[in-house]
T-cell receptor
């Protein structure tokens, strides 16, 4: 079984500052890793994913994440945030086999202030 | 718009009533998933279809819940004898069936049980 822990429920940050949203996972097998963003009253949108290869993955809107197998982490970063980045961010895992059922963390609310 | 659509977007019902939600996946997608998201939590997997076959049901899906995907196209999720604890956002996602493929999410149906 897999589980995901997002270490911060809320992260307030000022515009143009850097941000890191933390995610740790637990699994007895290899996994795929994902970050999704949810804007108010909208569905989930994939920001980025790690399937294999380079441990640093780049996604949309200037976000990137680094897979650290030894620490079972997949932290999301952005060097300079905008007001429009205010949203809920979800880290998720799925197994490599089968139909890729997603297991989500509880989410981190990023609030960007002017 | 060729994304995943869900209907209705909002549903308010009284405890004990039956409700049915519909999901229309992206047309060529074989896989269809239902998730439930309660306030302050990440989405939780409910059930999965490959074409018309329902291949997995979460233990979260009690006997009051039933899902169908006739002809492998749209899907319906029915909740009988609703309870206040059923209040949540119900999300549908679809993907292609070969290997890893990104799940595309619909906007969700928000259910409020009074």
């Amino acid at each position: 079984a897999q589980s995901v822990t997002q270490l911060d429920s809320q992260v307030p940050v000022f515009e143009e500052a850097p941000v890191e949203l933390r995610c740790n996972y637990s699994s007895s097998v290899s996994v795929y890793l994902f970050w999704y963003v949810q804007y108010p009253n909208q569905g989930l949108q994939l920001l980025l994913k790690y399937l294999s290869g380079s441990t640093l993955v780049k996604g949309i809107n200037g976000f990137e994440a680094e897979f650290n197998k030894s620490q079972t982490s997949f932290h999301l970063r952005k060097p300079s945030v905008h007001i429009s980045d205010t949203a809920e961010y979800f880290c998720a895992v799925s197994g490599l086999r089968g139909y890729n059922k997603l297991i989500f963390g509880a989410g981190t609310r990023l609030a960007v202030h002017p | 718009d060729t994304g995943v659509s869900q209907d209705p977007r909002h549903k308010i019902t009284k405890r004990g009533q039956n409700v049915t939600f519909r999901c229309d996946p992206i047309s060529e997608h074989n896989r269809l998933y239902w998730y439930r998201q309660t306030l302050g939590q990440g989405p939780e997997f409910l059930t999965y279809f490959q074409n018309e076959a329902q291949l997995e049901k979460s233990r979260l899906l009690s006997d009051r819940f039933s899902a169908e995907r006739p002809k492998g196209s749209f899907s319906t999720l029915e909740i009988q004898r609703t309870e206040q604890g059923d209040s949540a956002m119900y999300l549908c996602a679809s993907s292609l069936a070969q290997g890893y493929n990104e799940q595309f999410f619909g906007p969700g149906t928000r259910l409020t049980v009074l």
